[in-house]
């Protein structure tokens, strides 16, 4: 159970370490830290608001309280410092009360989402070594207690099962807080404070180890981009152990700026929107297939969306088309940020003009991200070409959690990580967007990024969503095949209008879609991404 520095999680190099000490970015502060602060700065200010099913709140001295509490009752219970436990519980109070404890005595949350199940969470448990797991009595019609009823039969280390909620044959969530007995032994800034997955689609999870010193850093930075400060309302509708939502600025940056975090229980309008009006959000994040939904949900609502100033979108490539249709329709500013749980985040500002924000996906936080934009062969492309992005920096990790095969593969040799997109870069430092790598498609030599001919296709005011992906070709290796969901009450389409609609906008011939289906939704992933590996397949298989 011993963690190895520099083994079960790579390192910066100490030049790196004492430059972004010598910049401020490191300031020597941990996750505990930062709450004991704040609720000495605002003890009364609230922190957190759970309003399903009923509203619940909790001040800033309050949730420093729990935190304590809860803290001492997993000490009570053997669960110390550099522990490892697998915290798979949906947006509620208790989700944000189970980490500060954890952060307070060094344990190490594991963050699993909602939507896992016994493949990924018995990974999770085994991989780690996890003494514990939390989790809700029921989510969305699942019974977590009978999936970690099974974990726990396959995982012997596996010591405690907490429950929000009723506890079933495991221990109630609510029974574990006691009284402190004294200051708690918790961690450095330089060391870890939780593991996090990876964004990937295929396979089980990489686990991302992120220290308190550079997951801060971000935070700051991100709130200064965004503005964030005590005014701040962020709505969580996203997953909230997913990156994006935590810390782009997310819930955790709006508690470093001492605001106030909603917890949304569902992510549609019809949850989202009178939340909206309720708790006078200022502030929300939304992956691209959501904000579609809320775009064309908002001019039918009846709710009053008029404190919401600023929409962040991520997660996944927004399209230009979809992006203009964000502010008009819901009265706010647009931002994209591209990032990724690795590391490296990017923003459009709030000065930059309108086509900078739809047309890009932003610039990175820090004077100190490097990037790099190299060829198949690691060479520099030219500027404003594109390439693949390579990126290393105070907030990006080097090295993925036990993982020495894949961090040979996934980061070069002077520390620069392999993120996987094609990216190019504007005179003004702001990135595109072309997509994932394994995401092209090699049309018999040809190469089409899926985004170009999805911007294309949505610009068809009969079409709501619009996927391209691959399918094998006997002949030329691969094809293209669009997959179209209709808006509601549209004059039905045929392919053939939608390949036309492609051709007329000027395109080259090899990137209009060789096929065209017509699905009423996508797959998924956990984070409400759009699964392209399951539509691959389901193309593979038809």
């Known amino acids: ?105 060094g344990a190490l949350p594991v963050y699993a989402l909602p939507a ?24 969305a019609g699942f019974d977590h207690r009978d999936l970690a009823a099974r974990i726990r039969e396959r995982t012997p280390g596996l010591r405690h099962v907490f429950v929000a909620g009723d506890p079933g044959e495991h221990t109630a969530l609510s029974e574990v807080p006691c009284e402190p007995s004294g200051p708690f032994d918790g961690p450095e800034p330089h060391e870890l404070a939780f593991l996090q997955l990876s964004g990937g689609t295929t396979g089980l999870n990489k686990l991302i180890p992120r220290t308190h010193d550079d997951y801060l850093y971000s935070l700051r930075g991100s709130d200064e981009i965004c503005g964030v400060d005590g005014d701040t309302r962020f709505l969580v509708v996203l997953p909230a152990a997913h990156n994006f939502p935590m810390s782009s600025p997310g819930w955790l940056g709006v508690l470093y700026a001492g605001g106030t975090a909603v917890l949304a229980p569902k992510p549609d309008p019809a949850t989202a929107f009178p939340l909206i009006e309720t708790e006078r959000i200022t502030m929300t994040a939304l992956v691209p297939p959501l904000a579609l939904v809320w775009t064309e949900a908002a001019s039918a609502t009846g709710h009053d969306l008029s404190t919401l100033e600023l929409v962040l979108v991520g997660g996944a490539k927004y399209s230009e088309q979809a992006a203009r249709r964000l502010e008009p329709a819901l ?50 492309v030219p500027e404003g070409e594109f390439g693949h992005l390579l990126t290393r920096g105070p907030y990006t990790i080097r090295g993925y ?37 394994k995401d092209q498609i090699n049309r018999g030599g040809e190469k089409i990024a899926p985004e170009e001919v999805e911007n294309i296709i949505l610009a068809h005011p009969s079409v709501h969503d619009v996927s391209v992906v691959s399918v094998p070709d006997e002949y030329l290796g691969e094809r293209s095949l669009a997959y179209v969901i209709l808006r509601r009450g549209a004059e039905p389409l045929k392919p053939a209008a939608v390949k036309r609609f492609v051709r007329e906008r000027g395109i080259a011939a090899y990137k209009i879609p060789d096929l065209v289906e017509f699905v009423d939704a996508f797959p998924r992933t956990g984070v409400g991404k759009i699964s392209k590996t399951q539509l691959r397949s389901a193309a593979g298989q038809a």
């Open 401 to 437: 959690w036990r993982a020495p095969d894949h961090n040979r593969r996934s980061f070069t040799e002077d520390g620069f990580y392999r993120t996987g997109d094609i990216v190019r870069r504007t005179p003004t430092g702001h990135l595109v967007v072309e997509g994932r790598a």
């Open 1 to 105: 159970m011993t963690l190895t520095p520099g083994v079960d999680a790579p390192t910066w190099p100490p030049e790196f370490a004492e430059r972004y000490r010598a910049a401020g970015h490191w300031r020597g502060e941990t996750f505990g830290g930062m709450l004991r602060e704040r609720a000495a700065a605002h003890p009364d200010r609230i922190a957190l608001v759970d309003p399903a099913p009923e509203r619940r709140t909790w001040t800033y001295r309050e949730l420093d309280a729990r935190a304590d509490r809860l803290a001492a009752g997993f000490l009570a219970r053997g669960i110390t410092k550099g522990d490892r436990v697998v915290v798979q519980l949906p947006n509620v109070g208790e989700f944000v009360e189970v980490v500060f404890a954890l952060f307070r005595i």
């Open 116 to 139: 896992h199940r016994e493949t990924e969470i018995s990974h999770f448990c085994s991989f780690t070594e996890a003494v514990a797991y939390v989790v809700p009595d029921r989510h």
């Open 331 to 380: 009265g706010c500013t647009l931002m994209q940020v591209f990032g990724m749980a690795e590391g490296l985040v990017n923003y459009t500002r709030r000065d930059d003009d309108t086509e900078t924000v739809v047309t890009t996906q932003g610039r990175p936080i820090s004077p100190d991200d490097d990037v790099r934009i190299v060829d198949d062969q690691d060479r520099d």
